[in-house]
């Protein structure tokens, strides 16, 4: 055989274009069921009141069972159809799972027993990461609204990428949790007696899983893009108004959000005028599914060349510059660098690259590994974003601290004053209650730092990492 298949729904179109090119002339007579194909097998035309029997296996389709399957044909010339569905109902309780086959025979059962020991652990893997990953990021959101001091524009995007974070987890659990096998609705999936599913092109799918697959790819991009915008910001930060108090990050914020749009909206049109095949979970039309790839890409890509460009000047600075305030300044920066933008670019451009050298190779424990790597990455994601944006930060922790005194002084002072109460009948506070130095009075009224020269310190620069 020397057709090539890139998945298994290849292969199933296959089996079905053959099954229909192969129907005969003896299918025209009375009282006769058609050529029909179920989704995974083939059953010819049957005479009317006759039991079709067949392998569940085949040279392309193996089944885990390796038992027969059969389907029955009406007195009437109709198959017989399910219960609850006006399609033809086929016996599949000998098969067990299918599985698609396109090497070698020796090689079906490690592929069929690695996919069934890896990819429930991959997908609890994933799950326990979003999960992780969404409470890490609310708890982080949760900080830098509560606490005035950290409001600032840098955290504002912040704020936007965690939130563009959580709304990729919950996507990504919705489809886990509500899809069957990641592919279609349990309303739309066709189950036999056996309890398998079957997801035929024939069938009209809900709008609703169309909806949730359109969501997850414009929650997926939008998170891609705030990570070029998070990249941006400190380029520019850096570079075009290094010393600038109002750094605006609306436009960022507005890109973010706004672009993804661009892509998605023409990637529904041409889906449900030329693709509209299942839930648009598959990558059937390689030039519709661009649309969707392509920013993912172009992000990727621009974000590592901006880190290079980073890393490259600000090598370059250290090594000219003379002053130690400068010095220490451009060191603290180029540590941020080093340390947020590889998170988010490097480790795109080497699971891209590993995808390329897995699809060339086709072997199937560097598939798994692939497989495992990716998503494990992409589910504990938004955690390491939180670390490193929020919870280890250093001027987060400080205005924590800072938070939990005030918090700890006003309840000794409410409790210092109900005894006073208590004891005198008077609603008086001692002075020494209030702060003597005028400077720590003005901090704690303003609720401005101030370092030891008097001088407000840049909150969009101040502690960067």
């Known amino acids: 055989m020397t057709a090539k298949f890139e998945n298994e729904n290849d292969v199933l179109d296959y089996l079905r274009n053959?099954?229909?090119?192969?129907?005969?002339?003896?299918?025209?007579?009375?009282?006769?069921?058609?050529?029909?194909?179920?989704?995974?097998?083939?059953?010819?035309?049957?005479?009317?009141?006759?039991?079709?029997?067949?392998p569940c296996s085949g040279e392309l389709l193996k089944s885990t069972?390796?038992?027969?399957?059969?389907?029955?044909?009406?007195?009437?010339?109709?198959w017989m159809a399910r219960e609850d569905s006006d399609l033809p109902f086929t016996n599949f309780s000998g098969c067990g799972?299918?599985?698609?086959?396109?090497?070698?025979?020796?090689?079906?059962?490690?592929?069929?027993?690695?996919?069934?020991?890896?990819v429930p652990r991959i997908k609890l893997t994933s799950c326990v990461g979003y999960t992780i990953s969404v409470t890490s990021l609310v708890i982080s959101i949760y900080i830098f609204f509560t606490i005035k001091r950290l409001r600032c524009s840098r955290n504002t995007l912040h704020i936007n990428l965690f939130f563009s974070f959580i709304m990729r987890s919950f996507m990504s659990i919705m489809k886990d949790v509500f899809f069957v096998k990641g592919t279609a609705l349990a309303c739309d999936t066709v189950f036999d007696k056996g309890g398998n599913a079957s997801f035929p092109k024939n069938v009209i799918y809900s709008w609703v899983c169309k909806a949730i697959v359109s969501l997850r790819f414009y929650f997926i991009i939008v998170n891609f893009m705030f990570m070029l915008?998070?990249?941006?910001?400190?380029?520019?930060?850096?570079?075009?108004?290094?010393?600038?108090?109002n750094h605006s990050v609306a436009i960022y914020c507005l890109m973010g959000w706004g672009l993804p749009i661009l892509f998605l909206i023409p990637w529904i049109i041409l889906r449900a005028i030329f693709d509209n095949v299942r839930c648009w979970t598959?990558?059937?039309?390689?030039?519709?599914?661009l649309l969707v790839a392509l920013p993912i890409g172009i992000t990727i890509v621009m974000n590592f060349i901006l880190f290079l460009i980073i890393v490259r000047v600000l090598t370059v600075k250290l090594n000219n510059v003379c002053i130690q305030q400068r010095k220490y300044k451009y060191r603290k920066l180029l540590k941020a660098t080093l340390i947020l933008i590889p998170l988010f670019g490097v480790p795109y451009v080497f699971t891209l690259s590993m995808s390329l050298f897995v699809k060339r190779e086709r072997d199937p424990v560097l598939m798994i590994f692939f497989l495992f790597v990716d998503q494990s990455f992409a589910a504990f994601q938004g955690f390491f974003a939180a670390?490193?944006?929020?919870?280890?930060?250093?001027?987060?922790?400080?205005e924590i601290l800072r938070k939990y005194s005030s918090l700890k002084?006003?309840?000794?002072?409410?409790?210092?004053?109900?005894?006073?109460?208590?004891?005198?009948?008077?609603?008086?506070?001692p002075a020494d209650d209030f702060p003597d130095n005028s400077e720590t009075l003005h901090e704690l009224t303003s609720g401005k730092k101030i370092n030891p020269?008097?001088?407000?310190?840049?909150?969009?620069?101040?502690?960067?990492?």
Request: glycine letters at 6%; a negative charge.
């Open 229 to 245: 915008m998070e990249g941006m910001y400190l380029h520019n930060l850096m570079f075009l108004k290094l010393f600038s108090d």
């Open 409 to 429: 002084d006003r309840h000794d002072k409410e409790f210092r004053r109900s005894r006073t109460i208590s004891n005198t009948q008077q609603f008086s506070m």
């Open 97 to 118: 799972s299918f599985f698609t086959v396109s090497a070698t025979e020796g090689a079906i059962p490690q592929i069929n027993s690695l996919y069934m020991e890896w």
């Open 387 to 398: 670390l490193l944006y929020c919870l280890l930060n250093s001027e987060v922790q400080v």
């Open 65 to 78: 069972d390796g038992g027969s399957a059969s389907i029955q044909c009406t007195q009437n010339g109709t």
């Open 18 to 54: 053959v099954c229909f090119e192969s129907t005969g002339a003896s299918e025209k007579q009375e009282k006769m069921c058609p050529t029909y194909f179920d989704g995974y097998l083939c059953w010819p035309a049957t005479k009317a009141g006759e039991t079709a029997i067949q």
């Open 282 to 289: 598959e990558k059937s039309n390689l030039y519709i599914d």
């Open 453 to 465: 020269e008097g001088i407000e310190l840049n909150k969009d620069r101040q502690g960067y990492f």
